[in-house]
T-cell receptor, first 113, second 118 residues
Framework: QKEVEQNSGPLSVPEGAIASLNCTYSDRGSQSFFWYRQYSGKSPELIMSIYSNGDKEDGRFTAQLNKASQYVSLLIRDSQPSDSATYLCAVNERGSTLGRLYFGRGTQLTVWP | DTGVSQNPRHKITKRGQNVTFRCDPISEHNRLYWYRQTLGQGPEFLTYFQNEAQLEKSRLLSDRFSAERPKGSFSTLEIQRTEQGDSAMYLC????????????????FGPGTRLTVL
């Protein structure tokens, strides 16, 4: 059974701080890693994708991947109240033809003014 | 709006009734996925199509569930003889997978259909 584990939180940070979200996965052969943001009652919205070890930056968001440790993280700099949401980590399945994603349960983030 | 669309957005039904949901993917996307999400959980994979071919089905997809994508465009998900445990958000996602390309296709989600079975 492939597993994706996230620190369930809730995580609460003040406005302007750095929020750090973590995720570990069990399938060593996974190739693609995604972070989705989900507001309450809404569907997941893609924030970041990362495929290679190291850091990937997009605006205030930085994804970090360490395949050896089977670990992926998301940093949100200068956190804003509008960042308050649940963040879902998703990992694909080993293999080039399979498309399903495995999701963690999500980390609920609250950014307070 | 060129995103993934789903209809209806909400469905309330009585136990034992059949329901059908529709998903229209982003145009040019050849892959279409169905997931189910319950409160406090991440989305769980149900099935996916590449063009009109259903390539994989989860064990979560019991015999009461059937999905089709007849012309490789929109898809329908039908649940027969609904049970209270079927109450969930049903999410559709689509992606564009290039032939022979790596498995890095990014999935974009629709707004979901929230099903309540009374």
């Amino acid at each position: 059974q492939k597993e994706v584990e996230q620190n369930s939180g809730p995580l609460s940070v003040p406005e302007g701080a750095i929020a750090s979200l973590n995720c570990t996965y069990s399938d060593r052969g996974s190739q693609s890693f995604f972070w989705y943001r989900q507001y309450s009652g809404k569907s997941p919205e893609l924030i970041m994708s990362i495929y290679s070890n190291g850091d990937k930056e997009d605006g205030r968001f930085t994804a970090q991947l360490n395949k050896a440790s089977q670990y992926v993280s998301l940093l949100i700099r200068d956190s804003q109240p509008s960042d308050s949401a649940t963040y879902l980590c998703a990992v694909n399945e080993r293999g080039s033809t399979l498309g399903r994603l495995y999701f963690g349960r999500g980390t609920q983030l609250t950014v307070w003014p | 709006d060129t995103g993934v669309s789903q209809n209806p957005r909400h469905k309330i039904t009585k136990r034992g009734q059949n329901v059908t949901f529709r998903c229209d993917p982003i145009s040019e996307h050849n892959r279409l996925y169905w997931y189910r999400q319950t409160l406090g959980q991440g989305p769980e994979f149900l099935t996916y199509f590449q063009n009109e071919a259903q390539l994989e089905k989860s064990r979560l997809l019991s015999d009461r569930f059937s999905a089709e994508r007849p012309k490789g465009s929109f898809s329908t998900l039908e649940i027969q003889r609904t049970e209270q445990g079927d109450s969930a958000m049903y999410l559709c996602a689509s992606s564009k997978r290039l032939a022979g390309g790596p498995s890095t296709d990014t999935q974009y989600f629709g707004p979901g259909t929230r099903l309540t079975v009374l």
